[in-house]
């Protein structure tokens, strides 16, 4: 019960993200401002632990692969998912960012030659499905017209591809290093990548509870919950259970900002989760 407690007090901290943000923006800030304070924020409380912990030192020669990881991982995902909550609103952005899984197993057929099985390709069709009707179910829902929707889509799936990356880069610092350390240098030179992209605003303390929530629950402690939950539940159970998340930011949405779905839009969400956990068991019992 302790695993599932954690891994679901994460999936929920997670489903905050775009509820928060959208508290952000309604104070003037920014999504890549949102995006930026999200990483030197989160970097203060991965950076103590990390100097606490004495885990700050790195190989040089794995410099270079930190700093395609900050880029990705933090410049690129955190700015497309501050953008798609903007255009989409939170629920979309969320539902739209477990299409991960699907990049996933498309990059395991290509880079580490593994087998494409029917569960995995019925995952990828109901991955498109549920993209496709999300997509169909969004425009008179945000208020948008159709470059509004595409816009919002296109964000929402580049989040998602860089949050897949997270699996990759992952498996390659998972023996290396802790992730206090890892995060010690993706966080503030993701941020750095953000500056010349920014106009800074002046911020209500409303706005920096906002920003502080994101950065402190929805990150640092969101994926101290994750770790906590690994060492009680199998990775596949836990990554099932934290299919929570775009329920968790669906509904919060929905109360907090009137955000709702059309009927497609509910059924390719259920697709895109129904995906997400036909990938998971498939990787289980591999």
């Known amino acids: 019960m302790k695993g599932y407690v954690y891994i679901l007090s994460a999936a929920a901290l997670w489903g905050l993200i775009g509820p928060f943000a959208k508290l952000a923006f309604q104070e003037g800030v920014a999504p890549l401002e949102v995006a930026f304070w999200r990483a030197v924020l989160a970097w203060l409380c991965f950076g103590a632990q ?3 912990q004495r885990q700050v030192r790195v190989a040089v020669a794995h410099l270079p692969v930190l ?3 900050s880029l990705t991982g933090v410049f690129l995902f955190y700015g497309s998912y501050q953008l798609a909550v903007q255009k989409g609103g939170a629920a979309l952005a969320s539902v739209l960012l477990y299409t991960a899984p699907a990049w996933v197993a498309l990059m395991a057929i290509f880079f580490f030659r593994e087998k494409m099985t029917t569960v995995k390709m019925t995952a990828l069709v109901a991955t498109l499905a549920g993209v496709a009707l999300v997509s169909l179910g969004s425009g008179d829902v945000i208020g948008g017209d159709s470059d509004q929707v595409a816009t919002a889509i296109f ?3 580049v989040a998602g591809f860089c949050y897949s990356l997270y699996y990759i880069f992952g498996k390659y610092f998972g023996g290396k290093y802790s992730a206090a350390t890892v995060f010690f240098y993706i966080l503030p030179m993701g941020a ?3 500056i010349p992209w920014l106009e800074f605003s002046e911020k209500s303390w409303t706005a920096w509870l906002a920003l502080a929530s994101l950065a402190v629950l929805c990150t640092f402690t969101a994926y101290h919950c994750h770790y906590a939950a690994l060492k009680y ?3 596949g159970r836990a990554a099932i259970a934290a299919t929570l998340e775009p329920v ?3 509904v919060v949405a929905f109360f907090w900002w009137g955000e709702f779905f059309s009927p497609a839009g509910y059924v390719g969400s259920g697709l895109i ?3 997400v956990i036909l990938m998971v068991r ?5």
């Open 50 to 52: 990390a100097i606490w």
């Open 248 to 250: 968790v930011a669906g």
């Open 282 to 286: 498939d990787r289980a019992e591999a």
């Open 155 to 157: 964000y929402g799936l």
């Open 67 to 69: 700093l395609l990881f």
């Open 192 to 194: 750095l990548c953000l």
């Open 273 to 275: 989760i129904l995906a």
């Open 233 to 235: 539940l199998e990775a």
